[in-house]
């Protein structure tokens, strides 16, 4: 029985559309097996099966030589298998022991006996290592505790076979080691993982074998020990991947933005962009790297004008624009690609065309004396649609039928055609394919061509270094560093973020 | 099968299946089905009297459906007509009472105060939802019976004088025409038909080819967006719901200087509200749909009065068909399913 | 004292009402149609009594109350139906439902009666002395004398109710499918037959309130027994923020509000308020308490969407 789990020839289709086309993955006992891919490849709904979520179509899972049918989460657990969302399931107002007892509550005379139960949480998170407090409210903890109760809720299932979904995407890399550390205890436990992940680094350094999806296809399963990072790249994305660029240098020239002691709160009132400064230049771009949850939303909320600041100073070419409202902001010459592009960049139930003048609808030659003139707007969009390579049936068809690429597209051809000084592109290229993100890494290039000042916000490393001029790091809402991409590493930006001084990381280069 | 094809097929099986149940319920009650869609049709179209009734019973009908459509477009569920009616009702009757001055002057002063009672009756929800994000669905629900009651008091203590009825406004005042009854037999149809259809295209208008109207869809379809693009979304939600209450006020104006020409106290609501959410559904929220469908409300209901007379047959059958029609317009999600399955074996 | 025992009375059929309400929009399901659901429930005890009151003698009150369960748990499956498996709009659903149990049962009562009321029925829920407790001294006399039995059902419901979602596996379920179905459903919870026992449950309960109502108050069915009732509950619930003795407690201010507007010129100080303001006072507090000028109402988080598997 050298398989723990065995998902043989898998296929889940939804309405048409193939999401896992006869995949085979084999778990082996006590391994810590990594299914890489990128965004969309099929990954989590290949997971959601082998936990009862999705039924497939196709294909035999079997559980230590024995073919399974699960059909839904129970029987997973009741298999040993427990998952570790991505985005934590956990309910708010609930405690930390409701959360974890939920579905397998200990009752006695018909009422849930919660003293026990936070009893045998707290044996379990100490006999792991999982430090979580029973009686606290989910909405009341941090982020890595609600990852911790996550984990707990498949131990006191029994788990035997964990599987983490893309674990580290919220953590700083301070967290991550001790995820990893946590993920090896499991290990000498007699536990086997299924690491779900598309970042290379996390692959090599901690699993020992790896089975690799593209587009919903089983491409196949290597041994870490036997392979480097260029080759797992190619393997996800199908061709030589250039991790580099081309962009000529950056000639930057007088400041653009100038943002001084900004101090921004966020919902819950906490202090989360706590004097922050930042300059960026025409002609140059800005990237901002960090971990998510350092301020970055709320810094970009503040500056174009979706969240009140408290205080600071925001100079767009020397005008003052803090508190201002969106529209002022806009028309001021700023541009926004936005992190959330189905929230905040478009209306998907519009035509394309119609999406194109979202900002400038009320303005000659769109709309005059506030009746709309349709011919100019749909010329406009049939315009830009050509220019900047979006591919649609017609400017007339709803936003939602494009693919995500072709809609981010046409998000960045509105906002670069409106001319904008500054343009702000938040995780612009967030679950888009390699082709997309060429177009889209050579059209911020091109902006800073023109003499543009750009502001990259991602929280994508790579990107990061490949496409700024400057990087400036934000840690607890502050600017904590500025280096030059050429001169620095992957390593020493990673202890920046997680909030080392600039002398720890190594002797500094200035910029 | 294109989406505009099917989104016109919805409503009519919609309509189909609910006539369908309704027929059921008939025959397994013992009751003759044919002769109660006779009665009915009779009840409607038999007479020119009984024309004028429906187009008069449809006037209100295509208001309140305008004005629920018109809230929905922009993502809200006004639930508040009723209330809104019925203190337009009142502020019609009101100045149609209160003052004497030539009809010129008399009656669009009554009308213009009938759409501003029911602007600022729902302005309140409204602003409550922009500003504190209350859920505009139960704070109408409750605005209704605030002004029930309150409408109810002041008929009895300002109005009168402890009567429970306004007693009838001055000629100057109403929608009614000598010239529109001898046409019709002398059934109530006023003028507001007129009204009513403007209305109609006025909401077309507003929506589609406005920078405002742009504005109130974005809303509606994504308040991010919107916020995104500089629209003020508050402003918008604001003025969806006063313009919703508007047309809802306006409504009330049909009944109380057209139909009946009085307001009086009232035990529960006159169902108008409610009527106008189900025309509103019916008719996809647009303001072709809301007409056609609030033409064929007015004929079930007016022709419901025949049921009892000619075919025995109790005319609350009507309403339970009008609430299967709702439930299946609702359900839709099921229609489509399965005009979609029709569709791929089409195809094939 | 007539006052506890009035309020009592009035405020008897909201509270069942609304904890009908609490399962319902607490599983994720708003509803709407508890006016409905309670017209179901007063028009099935009043019909069933008059039919059966020879049988069941002074039993048939009660059996009425069961069968006016049955009737709205029956009823409002289509809503259950229509909001959860055809992901129909809760709210239009909700309103659906109203009309459509409006609409049916004056039909059935002049089918099986011939005219638009049914008659008056022998036994409702009359006046009583609760034994042995009415000759307390004081308390009994304002508590205990010329009161409901239904009106100490309503209390005993609301404790039990408030027990079974606080305290049970089945209230945790229930509600973490109204909070987070997600979660929910990847915890084994089979979210849609939790919303269908929720729904069911307010139908049950909705009846029951509404069976209470028309044999105590009016004593027999027509257009108007059942009118706001439904919806005065579902501001209960909400003012009593969807909590079982919060809302017990709204509930029973509701019912104070309504009988004084009622018996209130025959009591000193309180004939000087005009009636209007009392008549609209549960209805203005609600909005009030949703405003958050009263502290915050906030609604379970997953109330009115649906849940449908496979939207990642």
């Known amino acids: 029985m050298e398989y723990v789990i065995e998902m043989l020839n898998i296929r889940k289709e939804f309405n048409g559309f193939v999401a896992n086309d006869n995949i085979t993955l084999q778990l082996k006992k006590g391994e810590i097996h990594a299914l890489l891919g990128e965004n969309g490849a099929g990954k989590s709904t290949l997971m959601n099966v082998l936990f009862g979520l999705y039924q497939p179509e196709k294909g035999e899972i079997r559980v230590k030589g024995k073919p399974v049918n699960i059909s839904n989460p129970n029987i997973a657990n009741d298999l040993g298998i427990g998952m570790v969302h991505q985005h934590f399931m956990l309910v708010d107002t609930f405690t930390v022991t409701e959360n974890i007892i939920l579905g397998r509550e200990i009752t006695s005379a018909g009422k849930i006996d919660i003293k026990k139960a936070e009893q045998q949480v707290r044996e379990i998170s100490e006999r792991y290592g999982l430090s979580v407090d029973p009686q606290a409210k989910i909405s009341d903890i941090s982020v890595g505790m609600q990852q911790r109760v996550e984990i707990l809720k498949t131990l006191y299932r029994g788990a035997e076979i964990l599987i983490f979904d893309e674990p580290t995407a919220v953590l700083t890399p301070q967290e991550i080691k001790e995820l990893i550390q946590i993920m090896k205890t499991l290990i000498k436990e007699g536990k086997s993982i299924i690491l779900i992940t598309h970042k290379l680094k996390e692959i090599m350094e901690v699993s020992d074998r790896c089975t690799v999806i593209r587009k919903g296809k089983g491409i196949g399963t290597v041994t870490v020990s036997e392979t480097n990072p260029n080759e797992l790249a190619s393997l996800m994305v199908g061709r030589e991947v250039v991790f580099k660029t081309d962009k000529k240098e950056a000639s930057p020239k007088q400041d653009v933005l100038e943002i001084k002691d900004l101090l921004v709160k966020d919902t819950r009132g906490v202090m989360v962009v706590n004097g922050l400064n930042l300059t960026v230049r025409a002609g140059e771009i800005v990237g901002i ?14 500056i174009t004008g979706l969240r009140k600041a408290e205080s600071g100073s925001v100079k767009l070419n020397g005008k003052e624009l803090i508190n201002q409202t969106p529209r002022q902001i806009t028309e001021s010459g700023v541009g926004h690609i936005p992190q959330d592009r189905h929230k905040h960049g478009l209306v998907l139930n519009f035509p394309i065309g119609e999406n194109m003048v979202l900002q400038t609808y009320n303005k000659k030659p769109f709309s005059k004396n506030g009746i709309l003139n349709f011919g100019e707007i749909y010329k406009k969009a049939k315009t830009l649609i050509s220019e900047f390579d979006v591919r649609t049936p017609s400017e007339y068809t709803l936003a939602r039928a494009l693919s995500g690429g072709n809609q981010q597209k046409a998000i960045i051809g509105r906002e670069v055609d409106r ?32 003499g543009k000042g750009v502001l990259l916000v991602s929280f994508e490393l790579d990107e990061i270094m490949n496409v700024s001029d400057r ?18 590493t992957e390593q020493e930006l990673g202890l920046l973020m997680a909030g080392s001084n600039r002398k720890e990381a190594g002797e500094g280069t200035h910029v | 099968m294109s989406k505009r094809v099917r989104s016109i097929l919805t409503p009519i099986i919609a309509v189909l299946l609910g006539i369908l149940v309704g027929t059921i319920i008939m025959l397994v009650s013992g009751y003759n089905p044919l002769a109660a869609f006779t009665a009915l049709w009779n009840g409607a179209f038999g007479d020119i009297y009984y024309i004028g009734e429906v187009i008069r019973q449809f006037t209100p009908y295509i208001l309140a459906g305008l004005a629920v459509a018109f809230a929905f477009r922009v993502g809200l569920f006004n639930i508040g007509v009723e209330g809104q009616f019925l203190v337009g009702w009142l502020a019609a009757v009101w100045v149609g009472v209160a003052f004497d001055l030539p009809r010129i002057i008399h009656l669009p002063l009554a009308i213009l105060a009938a759409i501003v009672a029911g602007a600022l009756w729902a302005f309140i929800p409204g602003l409550l939802k922009a500003r504190f994000r209350v859920h505009e669905v139960i704070v109408t629900i409750m605005m209704n019976y605030v002004a029930l009651h309150v409408s109810n008091y002041l008929i009895r203590n300002v109005i009168t004088d402890h009567g429970d009825n306004s007693g009838p406004i001055h000629k100057s005042a109403t929608l009614r025409s000598g010239w529109l009854e001898s ?16 209305s109609c295209f006025i909401m077309w208008f507003l929506l589609e080819r406005t920078t405002r109207g742009f504005e109130l869809r974005s809303v509606g379809f994504n308040q991010h967006a919107a916020q995104y693009a500089g629209m003020n979304v508050n402003k918008n939600i604001i003025l969806s719901m006063v313009i ?12 109380g200087l057209g139909t009946f020409e009085y307001a009086a106290v009232k035990g529960g ?62 359900s839709s999600y099921f229609i489509r399913v399965f005009l979609d399955r029709i569709s791929k074996k089409e195809v094939k | 004292m007539i006052l506890v025992p009035s309020t009592l009375l009035w405020a008897a059929p909201l509270v069942f009402t609304a904890l009908g309400g609490i399962f319902s929009e607490r599983s994720g399901v708003v509803n709407i149609g508890l006016e409905g659901l309670m017209v179901i429930g007063a028009f099935s005890a009043i019909v069933f009594n008059l039919f059966t009151f020879d049988t069941f003698g002074n039993a048939t009150p009660w059996i009425a109350l069961l069968i006016a369960m049955v009737a709205g748990a029956f009823f409002s499956m289509l809503h259950a139906v229509a909001a959860i498996t055809f992901r129909a709009d809760h709210t239009v659903s909700g309103v659906a439902i109203n009309l459509l149990a409006t609409g049916l049962t004056l039909f059935l009562v002049k089918l099986i009666f011939d005219k638009g009321e049914t008659g008056i029925i022998s036994k409702g829920f009359s006046k009583i002395d609760i034994p042995v407790l009415k000759d307390i001294p004081v308390i009994g006399k304002i508590f205990f004398q010329n009161t409901y039995w239904t009106s100490f059902l309503a209390i005993l419901v609301a404790i039990i109710v408030w027990y079974i979602v606080a305290k049970t596996p089945f209230g945790l379920r229930l509600r973490s499918v109204g909070e987070h179905p997600m979660a929910a459903d990847t915890m084994g919870i089979n979210v849609t037959k939790m919303r269908y026992y929720g729904v069911i449950l307010s139908g049950a309960l909705g009846g029951l309130g509404g069976g209470v109502y028309a044999q105590s108050i009016t004593s027999n069915f027509s257009h108007s027994t059942i009118s706001g009732q439904g919806f005065m509950a579902l501001a209960a619930m909400i003012f009593g923020k969807w909590h079982p003795l919060g809302s017990l407690g709204a509930a029973i201010f509701f019912g104070f509000a309504q009988s004084i507007s009622i018996i209130g ?24 308490a949703l405003t958050g000028f009263i502290g915050r109402a906030d609604a379970p988080k997953a109330s009115g969407t649906h849940y449908i598997k496979g939207s990642r």
């Open chain 1, 419 to 450: 001319n904008p000084d500054l343009l702000i592109a938040a995780q612009p290229t967030r679950g888009l394919d390699v082709g997309a993100i060429e177009f889209i890494h050579k059209r911020l290039i091109e902006q800073r061509d023109n």
């Open chain 2, 244 to 255: 919703s209450g508007a047309f809802a006020g306006l409504a009330g104006a049909m009944e």
């Open chain 1, 289 to 302: 790297a960090g971990v998510d949850g350092n301020g970055q939303s709320e810094f970009i909320e503040a």
């Open chain 2, 183 to 198: 046409l019709t037999d002398y059934s109530r149809l006023h003028w507001g038909i007129l009204l009513a259809i403007l």
């Open chain 2, 269 to 330: 609501f006159s169902g108008v509200g409610f009527d106008g959410i189900a025309v509103a559904l019916l008719g996809g929220n647009t303001a072709l749909g809301v007409f056609f469908s609030a033409i064929l409300f007015g004929v079930l209901k007016v022709g419901a009065l025949n049921m009892p007379l000619e075919a025995g047959v109790p005319n609350e059958l009507v309403d339970i068909i009008i609430a299967l029609i709702v439930f299946f317009v609702a």
């Open chain 1, 471 to 488: 990087i400036a790091v934000i840690y607890e809402g502050r600017i904590v560093a500025v280096v030059n991409p050429k001169e620095t």
């Open chain 3, 265 to 288: 010129s025959s009591l000193p100080f309180l004939k000087e308020i005009p009636n209007v303001y009392l008549l609209i006072a549960p209805y203005v507090l609600t909005i009030l």
